[in-house]
């Protein structure tokens, strides 16, 4: 859904990456925080082309495959960060940002929690709602629709930044 891209936007405007594809996050006494991950990013070349990237040069994920890898420059800190907020991003017909109240906020988050199906026969499905629940109540829970065009990923990027502070 163009998540890579708009952090690839982001990147590009000095913000930093702390994961992609799968965000593990802690409960810390109050806090709720993001473990970082190696930060590298894979992107399809046409994602590339319209940023205005060369991929010449750039590693392939597999020989096969039209999608590239990028690894941000300056470093990797794997001390984990408190969660500001939390972006559902969907690819849809048009931009909207909408920010959940944290009851609205678990239905729309619980179906991104990975592997939720695994979590009931294992008797961890309280739990897990629990947490969501957690994550909810004490970070900002916004769904970002945005096109599915690459003529608007500033905007939706520029509306990220302006999450940010």
């Known amino acids: 859904d163009g998540k890579s891209t708009l952090a690839y936007e982001l990147l590009r405007r000095g913000h930093h990456l702390l994961s992609d594809d799968l965000t593990v996050l802690q409960s810390e006494g109050e806090d709720i925080r993001v473990v970082p991950a190696y930060p590298r990013l894979r992107l399809w070349r046409e994602s590339l082309v319209a940023a205005g990237t060369d991929t010449d040069g750039l590693l392939r994920v597999r020989p096969d495959m039209d999608k590239f890898v990028i690894e941000p420059r300056g470093g990797f800190d794997p001390a984990p ?33 990975c592997r939720p199906k695994v979590a009931a026969p294992l008797g961890r499905r309280a739990e897990l709602l629990r947490l969501t629940g957690r994550i909810a109540g004490r970070s900002p829970v916004y769904q970002l629709k945005r096109p599915k065009r690459f003529d608007r990923l500033a905007d939706v990027a520029t509306a990220i930044e302006g999450l940010m502070g």
Do not use: N, Q, S
């Not at 907020?85 to 690819?91: E, L, M, Q, R, S």
């Not at 940002?97 to 991104?112: D, Q, S």
């Open 81 to 113: 960060t408190k969660l500001a907020a939390v972006v559902v991003i969907t690819a849809e017909r048009d931009f909207d940002l909408k920010r959940y109240g944290p009851a609205e906020a678990v239905t729309l988050l619980l179906p991104h929690i």
